[in-house]
C-alpha cells in the first residue's frame, strides 16, 4: 500500500502544565480515527512550552537570581524520554493507530534538550532526536544534541520517517544526512510561523524528494497566553501556526493553517517519490559523489565516559 493519510497537529502549549497539553492532544483522539491518520506530526516544544519573550534573567556577563528560578520552573516542567508522558502518548497512538512525532522539552540530568520523539503505534517508544543547534537566546536553556541522535525509522505501516526541528533545518548537511538516510515523510516541528519557514518547507520537499509535514504552535496574544513579550504589538499572536504539508515537487498539498488551533491532514503516494527523484535524486544519480563528500560523525560525545 503506497497511500497514507499524514497530519500536522496545530496547538500551542499550555500554561498549566505538561498533563493540560496531554489533554488537549488526547481530545483530537476521535478526529485522528475519523480521518483515519496514520502518522501526526505536532510542534516543536509543544511539552514542557516554549517560553518565547522571556530572558531569564540574563545579561551579559551577569544573571539575576529571579532568572535562575524562572529556569528552575521551567525545568521541571520538562518530561523525562521515554518517561510516564512518552507512555501515555504510546497509548493514545495504539488507540487510534497513527504512529507520533512531537516536540518536547527533554530534561536529561541538569540538562534541557529540545526533542523529537518518535512513537511508534505498535512499538511506542522507538527514539528521538535532539536539535543539534539551538537558535539565539535558546542557547542560554538548551543543550546541543550531537550525532547520536540523528533519529530514523521506519513506522508500522508507513516508509521511512526522519527530521529535524525548526531552525536546524536550515543546515544544508544536516538536510543532506537526513536525505542519505532514505527517508520518505520529512518531519519539521518547529514555533517559527513566517511565510519564509513554509518556502523553507517547500525547499525541503522539492530538494529531498520527499514529503515534508511541518507542525508549528499556535499561541494567541501574549496576554491571553500570559506570555511577558516586551515590544510585541499587543494585538499580535505570540505564534500564528503555520502548519504545512508538501509534496515530493515542493507543492503545498494542504496549509498552511494560520491564525488558529487544529489538524491538518493530507493523503500521500509514496509513488510520487519514485516518479519525482526519476530525474533528480539529491543523494544519488544527482549527488556527484565524486566532486562532494559528507562525513556525518554519529557517535555519542558524553562528556565524561568509564573505562
Known amino acids: 500500500?503506497?497511500?497514507?493519510?499524514?497530519?500536522?497537529?496545530?496547538?500551542?502549549?499550555?500554561?498549566?502544565?505538561?498533563?493540560?497539553?496531554l489533554a488537549k492532544i488526547l481530545s483530537f483522539e476521535d478526529e485522528l480515527k475519523e480521518k483515519k491518520v496514520e502518522l501526526v506530526v505536532l510542534p516543536e516544544a509543544i511539552l514542557g512550552g516554549y517560553p518565547k519573550g522571556s530572558t531569564f534573567g540574563?545579561?551579559?556577563?551577569?544573571?539575576?537570581?529571579?532568572?535562575?528560578?524562572?529556569?528552575?520552573e521551567y525545568f521541571k516542567g520538562a518530561v523525562e524520554v521515554?518517561?510516564?508522558?512518552?507512555?501515555?502518548?504510546?497509548?493514545?497512538?495504539?488507540?487510534?493507530?497513527?504512529?507520533?512525532?512531537?516536540g518536547v522539552i527533554?530534561?536529561?540530568?541538569?540538562?534541557?534538550?529540545?526533542?523529537?520523539?518518535?512513537?511508534?503505534?505498535?512499538?511506542?517508544?522507538?527514539?528521538?532526536h535532539r536539535k543539534v543547534m539551538p537558535t539565539a537566546s535558546e542557547r542560554l536553556i538548551w543543550g546541543q544534541g550531537d550525532g547520536s541522535t540523528l533519529?530514523?525509522?521506519?513506522?508500522?505501516?508507513?516508509?521511512?520517517v526522519g527530521g529535524a526541528i525548526c531552525w536546524e533545518n536550515y543546515m544544508p548537511l544536516l538536510r543532506a544526512s537526513f536525505y542519505a538516510k532514505g527517508i520518505h515523510i520529512y518531519t519539521a516541528p518547529t514555533v517559527d510561523d513566517r511565510d519564509g519557514?513554509?518556502?523553507?518547507?517547500?525547499?525541503?520537499?522539492?530538494?529531498?524528494?520527499?514529503?515534508?509535514?511541518?507542525?508549528?504552535?499556535f499561541l494567541p496574544t501574549p496576554e491571553v497566553a500570559n506570555l511577558s513579550m516586551p515590544g510585541w504589538p499587543?494585538?499580535?499572536?505570540?505564534?500564528?501556526?503555520?502548519?504545512?504539508?508538501?509534496?515530493?515537487?515542493?507543492?503545498?498539498?494542504?496549509?498552511?493553517l494560520r491564525g488558529t488551533e487544529g489538524l491538518l491532514t493530507a493523503e500521500i503516494d509514496l509513488d510520487t517519490i519514485i516518479e519525482a527523484r526519476y530525474d533528480f535524486?539529491?543523494?544519488?544519480?544527482?549527488?556527484?559523489?565524486?566532486?562532494?563528500?559528507?562525513?556525518?560523525?554519529?557517535?555519542?560525545?558524553?562528556g565524561v565516559t568509564f573505562n
Open 82 to 102: 521515554p518517561g510516564p508522558e512518552t507512555d501515555q502518548l504510546a497509548s493514545l497512538s495504539a488507540s487510534v493507530g497513527a504512529s507520533i512525532v512531537i
Open 58 to 72: 540574563t545579561h551579559l556577563g551577569y544573571r539575576l537570581p529571579e532568572g535562575r528560578q524562572e529556569f528552575a
Open 281 to 302: 535524486d539529491p543523494v544519488g544519480h544527482y549527488s556527484r559523489g565524486d566532486i562532494f563528500q559528507l562525513t556525518v560523525d554519529e557517535r555519542a560525545k558524553p
Open 234 to 256: 499587543k494585538d499580535k499572536n505570540a505564534i500564528n501556526g503555520g502548519s504545512v504539508i508538501v509534496n515530493p515537487y515542493g507543492d503545498i498539498i494542504a496549509g498552511p
Open 106 to 128: 527533554e530534561r536529561a540530568g541538569s540538562t534541557l534538550y529540545c526533542t523529537a520523539v518518535y512513537i511508534d503505534r505498535v512499538k511506542g517508544y522507538v527514539g528521538k
Open 197 to 217: 519557514w513554509t518556502s523553507l518547507i517547500r525547499t525541503i520537499g522539492n530538494e529531498g524528494r520527499l514529503f515534508a509535514v511541518s507542525a508549528v504552535q
Open 1 to 21: 500500500m503506497t497511500k497514507h493519510v499524514v497530519a500536522a497537529l496545530q496547538i500551542g502549549a499550555d500554561p498549566k502544565g505538561t498533563q493540560a497539553i
Open 151 to 160: 533519529f530514523t525509522t521506519e513506522f508500522d505501516g508507513l516508509s521511512k
